[in-house]
């Protein structure tokens, strides 16, 4: 379903399945709940400052709130399955106030490995404000998703063995409760040619979370060589 003017019903407004497009003005509605399998898309130039509830489940049962347009209301989000899906494959998520987060899955998409722009060639979220992470060992799951140029899923375009970084969440006033080993970093959605080799990781930089692709150093591609070529001298050693 699609709004694309403000509408004049009241009360609140359930996603229980399917998609919510609000592409203009808002949703006349004190609250709007998005339950399992349902998936709000907020696009609107319209701030959006009533309530957003997510009621994810667990890591395959999502919640999802997509779209550029600005969320002003303080997002609970307290379950790996209430999921951030920043624009329409990439863009940008923008959050007009402070947020403080205990659990929650990042979908993060990608449609260029070579492109510097947030929310052309991958996925970012802004905050005016700050960030607050409650969650513990486990709370949270960035899913790392690689799109064709046309937003397919597919091999990343431009992929190569080379180290690269982005910005995928920023704010205005800094991050606190921020630790590395409390985040999941899913990387089955992530297709590339030739398969990626190197590591991924996530590090706080200032105000920002930066997602970071390191390829193996060069003593360890020799490292790796010289086992291979052990373990084929071997299997011939056996076989003779």
Avoid: C, H
């Amino acid at each position: 379903m699609e709004f694309t003017t403000k509408n004049t019903y009241s009360g609140t407004t359930t996603v229980s399945a399917g998609t919510l497009l609000v592409s203009a003005g808002d949703i006349n509605s004190s609250a709007v709940t998005v339950e399992v399998g349902g998936r709000l898309v907020y696009n609107s130039s319209t701030a959006r400052t009533n309530t957003i509830t997510l009621n994810g489940n667990g890591m395959l049962t999502r919640a999802t709130l997509s779209g550029t347009g600005t969320i002003s209301t303080a997002l609970v989000l307290d379950n790996i399955g209430d999921t951030l899906s920043p624009g329409n494959s990439p863009g940008i998520q923008n959050f007009g106030t402070s947020q403080s987060w205990n659990a929650f899955t990042y979908v993060w998409e990608l449609n260029n490995f070579t492109g510097t722009t947030a929310g052309t060639a991958f996925d970012q979220i802004t905050i005016t404000g700050g960030l607050t992470l409650t969650g513990g060992s486990g709370a949270y799951l960035l899913d790392i998703t690689s799109l064709l140029a046309n937003n397919t899923p597919g091999n990343v375009p431009n992929f190569s063995e080379v180290n690269r970084s982005w910005t995928i969440l920023t704010t205005t006033t800094g991050i606190s409760g921020f630790n590395a080993a409390n985040w999941t970093l899913g990387k089955t959605a992530f297709s590339s040619s030739p398969t990626a080799a190197g590591t991924w990781a996530l590090t706080q930089s200032g105000n920002d979370l930066v997602l970071s692709y390191a390829v193996p150093e060069p003593a360890t591609w020799a490292l790796l060589a010289f086992s291979l070529t052990t373990v084929m001298v071997l299997r011939r050693r056996r076989n003779s």
